[in-house]
């Protein structure tokens, strides 16, 4: 299977799984949380529901730059960072989650910041192998 081939299947799926999430969030926060074997410690109040919806749209604007990208992966291969920077921030949240709140296990924490590192980690081999070398510089700006 080629890189462009994985990056594109790996779009689809990615685009899936926020619009899947984005509508849970938004519509059915407590069955979202339930999917991915999270409890809200205090029960679902007002100020957490609200929080969900606006995660819920956030997840939805990803999933939209992932569809984006799947039109044409290689022309928009840069924005492939978006991702990159969310598996970063996800494995930070977790973090944050664990430390501050106390609302993950430690097996919760650990399996998040490992799905995380490894999609970022794939994420950045397939952006570097399908990145197109720089053109040379000509004429007046060459070295």
Do not use: C
Not at 73 to 93: C, D, K, N
């Amino acid at each position: 299977m080629s890189k462009l081939a994985i990056l594109k299947t790996g779009l689809v799926v990615w685009a899936i799984w926020h619009m899947a999430f984005a509508a849970l969030s938004t519509f059915a926060p407590e069955m979202g949380a339930n999917l991915v074997g999270w409890t809200a410690q205090g029960g679902w109040t007002p100020a957490l529901l609200s929080m969900s919806k606006q995660y819920g749209m956030a997840m939805l604007l990803l999933g939209v730059v992932f569809l984006i990208m799947l039109f044409d992966p290689i022309r928009y291969l840069s924005f492939i960072w978006v991702a990159i920077s969310e598996q970063a921030l996800g494995i930070a949240y977790g973090f944050y989650i664990y430390s501050i709140l106390g609302q993950l296990t430690t097996t919760q924490l650990i399996v998040q910041a490992a799905v995380n590192g490894a999609l970022l980690i794939g994420m950045v081999l397939l952006w570097s192998g399908l990145r197109q070398p720089s053109a040379p510089l000509q004429g007046e700006n060459a070295i």
